[in-house]
C-alpha cells in the first residue's frame, strides 16, 4: 500500500505550533507584520496572494496588502520596497513574482532587507543558505524537508533526485538536501530539460522530488519501487467538468502508485506547506529582529 503524504494535515499542525510562538510574541508586546507586494493583474497571483493574507489572519499575523498598478515604474516598486524596509513594524516583505517585464525580478530581490526576505531569494539569504547556515530557507523545500521528516523517511544516505533546477524550488532544495544535517547528508542529483536519459537518473531515486511544471512527466515506470515521491508540479490541463480544467502534478499519479511507498497528492501535498512555511518564516524573522525567543515547529 502506498502512503498518501497529507500535506493539509502536516501543514495545519505547523499552523497551530506556529500559533503557540506567535502568542509567545505577543506576551512580549510583539505582533509579526507580513506585508505582501502585487504588481500583477494576473489572476494566479492575484489568488496566491490573498490565500497569503487569509493564512496570516488566522494563524494571528498581521497581514499588510499593497497593490501597485502593473503598468507603473520599477521606482514606484523600488519606493514601496524601501519604505516597508525602514517600517519597523514591518517584519516580513514579500514581492509576489513574477513582476512585470518592465521590472528587474533579480533587482527587485535585492533591494528587500535580508532579514525582512520570508521567501529567502535575497542573494545574501542564498548564500547562506548554500553556506549551511540558513536565515530564511525557501518556502517549498522546507515544507518538502517537514514532509520527509513527518513521513520518517531517513534523508541521510539516501539517493535523492530533484527533477528542475529552479531558483524557488530545484536548486535550494539540492542545497538543502547535501547539508550536512540531520534532515540533510542526502546524495542528491538535480535534473533538468537538458538532461539525457532522465528515467535512468530517477530510477536511482529513493526520494524523487519532481519540480518541472510538466504534467504527469514522471510515470511509474520512471521510478524505483518503494521510492518516496514528492510531487511538487501544479499543472492545470482541460477536463470536462465544470471548471473546464483540473490540476495535475508532475507525477503520473495513477501508475506511480504502483511503485512509490508514500506519495504526495496534487493538490493537497506540497501547496499547503509552502503557505505554512511563510508563516514559518515570518514568525522567525519576527523573532530575530525582536530579539524574543520563540519555539519553532
Ligand atoms: P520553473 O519553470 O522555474 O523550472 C522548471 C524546471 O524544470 C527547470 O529547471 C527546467 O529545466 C525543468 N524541466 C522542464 N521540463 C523538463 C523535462 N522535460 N525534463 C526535465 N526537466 C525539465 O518551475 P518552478 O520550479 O517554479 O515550478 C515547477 C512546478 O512546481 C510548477 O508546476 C509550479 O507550478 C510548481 N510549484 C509548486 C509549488 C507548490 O507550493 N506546490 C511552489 C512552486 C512551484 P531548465 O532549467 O533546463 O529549463
Given at each position: 500500500m502506498t502512503k498518501i503524504i497529507d500535506g493539509t494535515e502536516v501543514a495545519a499542525a505547523i499552523r497551530e505550533d506556529l500559533s503557540a510562538g506567535i502568542d509567545t510574541l505577543a506576551e512580549a508586546g510583539e505582533h509579526p507584520t507580513l506585508a505582501t507586494v502585487l504588481m500583477s493583474d494576473d489572476p494566479a497571483s492575484e489568488t496566491y496572494v490573498s490565500m497569503k493574507q487569509d493564512d496570516c489572519e488566522e494563524v494571528g499575523i498581521e497581514a499588510i496588502d499593497i497593490e501597485i498598478d502593473p503598468e507603473a515604474s520599477a521606482s514606484e516598486l523600488y519606493g514601496t520596497i524601501d519604505e516597508l524596509n525602514a517600517d519597523e513594524s514591518v517584519d516580513g516583505v514579500l514581492v509576489q513574482m513574477p513582476v512585470p517585464d518592465h521590472v528587474d525580478k533579480r533587482a527587485v530581490?535585492?533591494?528587500?532587507?535580508?532579514?525582512?526576505?520570508?521567501?529567502?531569494?535575497?542573494?545574501?539569504?542564498?548564500?547562506r543558505l548554500v553556506a549551511g547556515d540558513a536565515r530564511f530557507k525557501p518556502c517549498t523545500p522546507h515544507g518538502i524537508q517537514k514532509l520527509l521528516a513527518h513521513v520518517g523517511v531517513e534523508t541521510a544516505g539516501a539517493e535523492a533526485v530533484i527533477v528542475g533546477r529552479s531558483e524557488i524550488v530545484g536548486k535550494p532544495m539540492a542545497n538543502l538536501l547535501i547539508q550536512r544535517s540531520p534532515d540533510g547528508n542526502a546524495t542528491t542529483t538535480v535534473c533538468h530539460s537538458q538532461t539525457a536519459d532522465l528515467a535512468a537518473k530517477t530510477r536511482r531515486a529513493d526520494i524523487l522530488i519532481a519540480a518541472a511544471g510538466v504534467p504527469e512527466l514522471i510515470d511509474g515506470s520512471m521510478l524505483r519501487s518503494g521510492a518516496v515521491v514528492i510531487d511538487v508540479g501544479i499543472n492545470r490541463v482541460d477536463a470536462n467538468n465544470e471548471k473546464g480544467y483540473e490540476l495535475v502534478g508532475d507525477v503520473e499519479f495513477e501508475t506511480a502508485t504502483e511503485k512509490a511507498s508514500a506519495i504526495t497528492p496534487v493538490p493537497g501535498g506540497v501547496g499547503p506547506m509552502t503557505r505554512a512555511m511563510?508563516?514559518?518564516?515570518?514568525?522567525?524573522?519576527?523573532?530575530?529582529?525582536?530579539?524574543?525567543?520563540?519555539?519553532?515547529p
Open positions: 530581490l535585492r533591494r528587500i532587507d535580508p532579514a525582512k526576505d520570508v521567501d529567502g531569494f535575497h542573494p545574501e539569504n542564498v548564500g511563510l508563516l514559518y518564516n515570518t514568525v522567525k524573522a519576527t523573532s530575530q529582529e525582536r530579539g524574543v525567543a520563540v519555539e519553532l
